[in-house]
C-alpha cells in the first residue's frame, strides 16, 4: 500500500489502544493535541505532516482549529483525502471547500441517536412540568415556591423538524408516553421508517404541535428556522425541545415568546452562541437549559470515537468512508 498517514487532532479519551491500532493500517500516526489554528495551519503549510491521508478531528478539538472553513480546508496538505469527523452535527466544517478539493467527510449518525434523544426526552417532560421553576425553587430553600402544575404528554401531538436517527429515537420514545407523533422533513419516509408517525408539511407542523423538537441538521438554509414569525404560526402555549444547534432558532425571537406566554416553556441543550447564553433564557424560569451534554455518556462517546476510528480505518484501507455526510453521498465519485 502507498504510504497513508493519519492525524489526530485533539485528544481520545475512550479508544486510545484502538487509535494505537491504526498503526497496523496506517503509514505513520502524527498528532497534533493541543496547539492553536494559527500554528496547526502554519504545520500543515510547512510538510510537517508528509504523506497526510486521513484526519480525526472532533467538535471538541474545534476550540484548538477553529472551523474547518474555506481557509482552513484550503491549507490542509494536499495528500489529505478524508476528514474523520467525531459529531453528528459538522456545521464547523466547510463541506462544499472539501468536495471541491476532492476531499470527503464522515460524521457520526447512528451512534449518537438514542443518548440524544433521551436528553429530548427528558427536556420535554421537564419543560411540560416547568420543572426549572420547582428546582430552583428547592434549591433556594423556597420548597415549592410559585408551584404551578404542568402538562402530561399523554394525547399531545409531538411534532418532530427532522426525522432522521436522533428524531426517530425521539418519536420512538414519546409513543411510549401515549403522545402522537408527527414530522417534516425534506421528504417523507417510507412507511416502515415513520413507523406510525404523520408527515406534515412545515406550516401544519408549526400550526399543530403542542410540543415541537428540533433534530435537524444547521447549515445556511436551517439557520433560523424558528424565528419570530414561526412562533406566530404555532399553538399557544406551545413547548419547544431543541437538542440540536443553537442557530437553527433565533434566540431573542425565543425569549421573547417565552415572555409573552406564546411560549409556554421550553428545554434547551444547545445555544446560538456556545457557551455564551442569551441572558433571556438565563432569567426565564420557564426554560430548562443544560450545557449541550446531549452525547455525554461513558457509553455513547466511546461509540463515537469508535466510528471515527472505524471510519478512518476504512479510508486508508478501502478509501471508502462508512458513513459519509449526505451532502456528499449524493455525488457520483469523490
Ligand atoms: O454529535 C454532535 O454533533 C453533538 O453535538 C454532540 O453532542
Not at 76 to 105: E, M
Not at 151 to 173: E, F, Q
Not at 285 to 313: C, I, S, W, Y
Request: aromatic share 6%.
Amino acid at each position: 500500500m502507498s504510504q497513508r498517514a493519519a492525524l489526530l487532532i485533539g485528544k481520545l479519551a475512550h479508544t486510545q489502544k484502538e487509535w494505537q491500532e491504526c498503526a497496523k493500517v496506517a503509514s505513520k500516526l502524527y498528532e497534533y493535541p493541543d496547539g492553536s489554528r494559527e500554528d496547526f495551519i502554519s504545520k500543515c503549510k510547512s510538510g510537517e505532516f508528509d504523506k497526510l491521508f486521513a484526519l480525526y478531528r472532533s467538535n471538541d478539538s474545534n476550540p484548538i482549529t477553529g472551523d474547518f472553513n474555506a481557509e482552513l480546508v484550503d491549507a490542509l496538505p494536499k495528500s489529505l483525502k478524508f476528514i474523520c469527523h467525531n459529531g453528528a452535527g459538522y456545521n464547523n466544517i466547510d463541506v462544499a471547500a472539501c468536495t471541491k478539493r476532492g476531499i470527503s467527510v464522515s460524521s457520526t449518525p447512528i451512534a449518537v441517536d438514542d443518548a440524544t434523544a433521551d436528553v429530548a426526552i427528558w427536556l420535554m417532560l421537564g419543560a411540560l412540568r416547568n420543572i426549572k421553576q420547582s428546582f430552583m425553587a428547592v434549591n433556594a430553600g423556597k420548597w415549592r415556591g410559585n408551584f404551578s402544575l404542568g402538562h402530561d404528554p399523554k394525547n399531545k401531538t409531538l411534532g418532530i423538524l427532522g426525522m432522521g436517527g436522533i428524531g426517530s429515537a425521539v418519536a420512538h420514545r414519546a409513543k411510549a408516553f401515549g403522545m402522537k407523533v408527527q414530522y417534516h422533513n425534506r421528504h417523507q419516509l417510507s412507511a416502515e421508517k415513520e413507523d406510525g408517525a404523520t408527515y406534515v408539511s412545515f406550516e401544519e407542523l408549526l400550526k399543530t404541535s403542542d410540543v415541537l423538537s428540533l433534530n435537524l441538521a444547521l447549515n445556511p438554509s436551517t439557520k433560523h428556522i424558528i424565528g419570530k414569525e414561526q412562533f406566530t404560526q404555532m399553538k399557544d402555549g406551545v413547548v419547544i425541545v431543541n437538542t440540536a444547534r443553537g442557530p437553527l432558532i433565533d434566540e431573542a425571537a425565543l425569549v421573547d415568546a417565552l415572555k409573552s406566554g406564546k411560549v409556554w416553556t421550553c428545554g434547551l441543550d444547545v445555544f446560538e452562541e456556545e457557551p455564551k447564553i442569551h441572558p433571556g433564557l438565563l432569567e426565564c424560569e420557564n426554560a430548562v437549559l443544560l450545557p449541550h451534554v446531549g452525547t455525554g455518556t461513558f457509553e455513547t462517546q466511546r461509540d463515537m470515537e469508535l466510528l471515527v476510528l472505524d471510519n478512518l480505518k476504512s479510508a486508508v484501507q478501502h478509501e471508502k468512508l462508512l458513513t459519509q455526510v449526505p451532502e456528499q453521498k449524493d455525488k457520483a465519485k469523490m
